[in-house]
């Protein structure tokens, strides 16, 4: 529920700053610090530092597009996961280009061996792993899955694909960008005026494919968990997987 409930807010985020690349301004209804229609013209306007308490058009797109996927079971989602498989695989495309080739910084000294500071590969430990975190998704799955399909087949070559990208692209931004002022890569790319608007659009494209498609999986998750234990009614699973993250 936690996870879902940060993937919608950072999904809003990423439709809004699309909706601003795209059109140079989005919309909201804001409740506070002042009542009333917003021109957003930039992200950090209604998502910075600044507590802005409202609802943003990009919000609005996100519900009206997930929510009745989220009813659906995951059978029910597969075209909307193989769309966002082709996307990512295109966006990765283009993260590559940019940081071998189109940053034109790219620098193995970059990256030492061995750090002086261990600082920082504290962080990075913690959101490699928890990257990984998928086995809440796995009963769920398995229950729905056909007869001849191996979970050990699947769960350990998607996994170690998937291991193998999350070590390999980031190294790559390391080499390519380095001494970063943003714990975020993608807020470096997208920030600065000299970034291609293709690396700038395959951000946005990536950030909703990946964690955008994630929030209607979770929601199924999270219900199917709840009801299929026993833990609840379907009427509370419904209500606890998919009103309340979007309530919050």
Same mark, same amino acid.
């Given at each position: 529920?936690? &996870?879902?409930?940060?993937?919608?807010?950072? =999904? /809003?985020? @990423?439709?809004?700053?699309? $909706? +601003?690349?795209? #059109?140079?301004?989005?919309?909201?209804?804001?409740?506070?610090?002042?009542?009333?229609?917003?021109?957003?013209?930039?992200?950090?306007?209604?998502?910075?530092?600044?507590?802005?308490?409202?609802?943003?058009?990009?919000?609005?797109?996100?519900?009206?597009?997930?929510?009745?996927?989220?009813?659906?079971?995951?059978?029910?989602?597969?075209?909307?996961?193989?769309?966002?498989?082709?996307?990512?695989?295109?966006?990765?495309?283009?993260?590559?280009?940019?940081?071998?080739?189109?940053?034109?910084?790219?620098? &193995?000294?970059?990256?030492?061996?061995?750090? =002086? /500071?261990? @600082?920082?590969?504290?962080? $990075? +430990?913690?959101? #490699?792993?928890?990257?990984?975190?998928?086995?809440?998704?796995?009963?769920?799955?398995?229950?729905?899955?056909?007869?001849?399909?191996?979970?050990?087949?699947?769960?350990?070559?998607?996994?170690?694909?998937?291991?193998?990208?999350?070590?390999?692209?980031?190294?790559?931004?390391?080499?390519?960008?380095?001494?970063?002022?943003?714990?975020?890569?993608?807020?470096?790319?997208?920030?600065?005026?000299?970034?291609?608007?293709?690396?700038?659009?395959?951000?946005?494209?990536?950030?909703?494919?990946?964690?955008?498609?994630?929030?209607?999986?979770?929601?199924?998750?999270?219900?199917?968990?709840?009801?299929?234990?026993?833990?609840?009614?379907?009427?509370?699973?419904?209500?606890?997987?998919?009103?309340?993250?979007?309530?919050?």
């Amino acid at each position: 529920l936690a &996870v879902n409930m940060a993937a919608i807010r950072v =999904s /809003s985020q @990423a439709v809004d700053s699309f $909706l +601003i690349l795209a #059109f140079k301004c989005t919309f909201g209804l804001e409740f506070y610090p002042h009542a009333g229609g917003v021109k957003i013209l930039g992200p950090n306007d209604w998502y910075g530092n600044n507590l802005v308490l409202g609802i943003p058009l990009g919000y609005v797109i996100l519900a009206v597009l997930l929510i009745p996927l989220s009813f659906l079971q995951l059978k029910g989602n597969i075209k909307v996961q193989l769309v966002s498989c082709g996307i990512v695989a295109i966006a990765l495309g283009v993260f590559v280009w940019d940081f071998v080739a189109g940053n034109g910084k790219m620098n &193995v000294a970059n990256v030492p061996a061995f750090p =002086s /500071s261990i @600082a920082g590969v504290n962080q $990075l +430990i913690g959101v #490699f792993i928890f990257s990984l975190a998928y086995a809440s998704m796995i009963p769920t799955w398995v229950n729905q899955k056909k007869r001849d399909v191996s979970p050990n087949k699947v769960i350990w070559i998607t996994g170690g694909i998937v291991t193998f990208l999350n070590y390999v692209i980031p190294l790559l931004a390391a080499f390519a960008y380095a001494n970063l002022s943003d714990d975020d890569v993608f807020q470096v790319m997208t920030g600065g005026s000299d970034g291609s608007k293709v690396t700038k659009a395959a951000v946005y494209a990536y950030t909703l494919a990946v964690i955008t498609t994630s929030v209607p999986v979770y929601s199924i998750t999270v219900k199917n968990n709840l009801y299929g234990s026993g833990a609840t009614s379907w009427p509370v699973a419904v209500l606890i997987s998919i009103v309340l993250p979007w309530a919050i």
